[in-house]
């Protein structure tokens, strides 16, 4: 029973953990029914003021429609894979129908779609923005060659054919209707038409690059009159960049975004300029000097009342901010990084309202930034600092991975099944396959998100913490009353052939991924900073000193016998499985998927320790769940010895 449960785990994490990257890399029946929920609340947004006017229906079949669609977007989202935040999405959706139902104001409504769409593509993320900065004037060009007809030279909806399409073209002209969609929003219509309109979809006609330059093309009609004073105020106003620093951030932002925090005039000529200028936005401020224009951002956000958006911009500015850097500053000043993790949980907490001053928290935030920027911008890399950060990275990470495969193979060399140390050897080498496969991935064709870092690593940890929970468990149980010897006698043979193969498989697997994947991560962003060769032989020596630790525990091994073997090696599984559900919960705390309630205790970010009750929490249980577990294993045992089995 135990074998099968730890089969059962093992094989789904070896399931999940790479999913949480490759389905990243390919379009899925997910990302269109995603895409496809998007562009109906995109339609709401824009067409309820049409429908819906002082609280009285102007135009029925145009409400009827509004009603349609919201109820739509219910059933689209229950057709959706789960994910933590789909409960929060369906509340959503639900709160939007029902404002649509009551006739509510056109503000309060695209407000309610724009959030709901907004969260959608944090939950599910889907391809949302150009490979590159689109080129304007082929923009134009496309424009002339297929849309003019119809929405006319200037965008005006009064092409030559426009009088004999019911509903009319669309005026690009109108700066309100325009305030309410992105260049996102005009791809999504550009790329798969809108029903019920004369609209077509040109996506088999069209290139990616020619939809996106023709949809950033569009978005500029109504803002030519402003655009002129958009490079101002890009160049003048820093906190701009804190919204608008991506192709991504730009191709999902509209102009009703921006107006609340610098005023209507500002934010369409801004959005008129940068739409005409795309490559500006690869210009802004990145790494800590983002993280800082974030934070400086959230704060303004949470003074003015933006509670969702200050939260959401906190968030930003660690994972767009210093994720980026963070492998470079582990190197450089471990510790520092670790303040700043936790003050910036802190400062997320202060905006939840969970403790402290939101004002005093970001200006320890900001201090610790700045000192990160000296650190980090002193001088470049040396070849000493290169080598030490290749050689700790490695280290630390695979002896965590090191240890559960180490315990594995000698456990197996104890009880004289050689045989079978060939699954664990598939296990940890296909974890080395799949890893290069997600460095291939991360670097030529999809960039994962400090999000899908955390995520990752964070399930990851889970999942093995987990499974390591079943074996310590069961090696506790082989290792009192003898029973390791009916367990050989009887079992060993026939479960290692069967069952045990897949868990030996499975456990090796899901224990080396998850070091490969954040020490690929943390490689990439060291090679930046160039001394290549420094790096390679910093590798290597790390390599050479988990080859000698190995050496050493397997000898020692082999001259414990077999009882305390078990026993050690129970123990020393239990603490890593503390250990990485502390780290687990601390990373999908990094990517918002789990709150952050400051504890007054200390950091030991090798032992998975984090100054949060939610990380505190979690190994608490963990340790409860191991000593019940112990305890049930003795009582058991004394039960066995009082009345043996015939």
């Known amino acids: 029973m135990i074998t099968t449960r730890i089969r059962d785990c093992a094989l789904l994490a070896l399931l999940l953990l790479p999913l949480t990257i490759w389905a990243q890399a390919a379009g899925t029946d997910t990302s269109a029914s995603v895409q496809q929920t998007w562009k109906l609340l995109d339609y709401v947004a824009t067409d309820y003021a049409g429908a819906v006017s002082g609280g009285a229906v102007v135009d029925e079949a145009e409400y009827v429609e509004q009603q349609e669609f919201s109820a739509t977007v219910v059933a689209q989202l229950d057709r959706l894979p789960e994910t933590p935040q789909l409960a929060a999405l369906r509340e959503q959706a639900q709160g939007l129908v029902q404002a649509v139902n009551a006739k509510v104001g056109a503000e309060e409504v695209a407000e309610r779609a724009h959030a709901l769409g907004s969260a959608l593509l944090a939950a599910y993320p889907v391809p949302s923005a150009p490979a590159q900065a689109p080129d304007l004037a082929h923009g134009a060009a496309v424009y002339q060659q297929h849309c003019v007809t119809c929405h006319g030279a200037k965008g005006a909806g009064d092409g030559p054919a426009a009088a004999a399409l019911d509903p009319a073209p669309i005026d690009f002209t109108d700066a309100a209707r325009a305030d309410l969609r992105s260049p996102l929003s ?9 029903e019920g309109t004369g609209m077509v979809g040109y996506a088999g006609t069209l290139s990616d690059a020619d939809l996106w330059a023709v949809s950033y093309y569009v978005g500029t009609l109504a803002y030519a009159p402003q655009a002129g004073q958009g490079e101002a105020a890009w160049r003048n106003t820093p906190a701009l960049h804190a919204h608008v620093s991506s192709l991504e951030e730009l191709s999902q932002m509209r102009a009703g975004q921006l107006a609340g925090s610098f005023g209507q005039d500002t934010a369409r000529a801004l959005l008129g300029w940068l739409r005409q200028n795309p490559s500006a936005v690869l210009d802004a401020p990145v790494g800590i000097a983002l993280a800082r224009a974030k934070l400086a951002a959230s704060l303004a956000a949470h003074k003015a009342g933006r509670a969702e958006e200050a939260v959401q911009l906190a968030l930003s500015s660690y994972l767009d901010g210093v994720e980026p850097d963070e492998a470079r500053l582990d190197t450089r000043d471990r510790v520092l990084r670790g303040r700043i993790e936790s003050a910036m949980g802190a400062y997320r907490s202060a905006l939840s309202g969970r403790g402290g001053n939101a004002g005093e928290q970001a200006a320890a935030v900001d201090a610790l930034l700045a000192e990160a920027q000296t650190v980090l911008g002193a001088s470049s890399a040396s070849p000493g600092t290169a080598f030490v950060g290749a050689f700790t990275i490695l280290l630390r990470e695979g002896l965590e991975a090191l240890l559960v495969v180490i315990a594995l193979l000698a456990f197996l060399h ?15 080498v296909l974890a080395l396959v799949a890893g290069g496969i997600t460095w291939l991935l991360a670097t030529y064709f999809i960039t994962i998100s400090g999000a899908s870092r955390e995520v990752t ?39 290692l052939k069967r069952r045990s193969a897949f868990f030996l498989f499975g456990l090796a697997f899901v224990s080396v991924y998850r070091e490969v994947f954040e020490t690929i991560l943390f490689y990439a ?105 112990y305890v049930f294993n003795r009582i058991q045992a004394r039960q066995l010895l009082a009345f043996p089995s015939p």
């Open 186 to 194: 005009l791809y999504q219509a550009t790329s798969q038409g809108i």
């Open 414 to 428: 104890k009880a004289g099944r050689s045989e079978t140390v060939r699954y664990v050897h598939y296990g940890w």
């Open 457 to 495: 690593e964070g399930l990851a940890a889970l999942f093995a913490a987990v499974v390591l929970l079943s074996v310590g468990l069961w090696m506790h149980q082989k290792s009192i009353g003898g029973r390791w010897q009916q367990y050989l006698k009887e079992k060993m043979s026939a479960a």
């Open 525 to 629: 962003a060291l090679w930046a900073d160039g001394h290549h060769a420094w790096m390679v032989a910093g590798m290597a020596a790390a390599v050479a000193v988990l080859m000698v630790i190995t050496w050493v525990i397997l000898r020692t091994s082999r001259r414990l016998p077999l009882g305390t073997f078990f026993s050690a090696s129970s123990a020393l599984i239990a603490v890593l499985a503390v250990v990485l559900t502390g780290k687990g919960v601390a990373a999908l705390q990094e990517a918002g998927w789990v709150n952050v309630t400051l504890a007054p205790i200390p950091s030991f970010d090798w032992l998975g320790i984090h100054p949060t009750w939610e990380t505190t929490l979690a190994q608490l249980l963990m340790v409860l769940v191991l000593i019940a577990g």
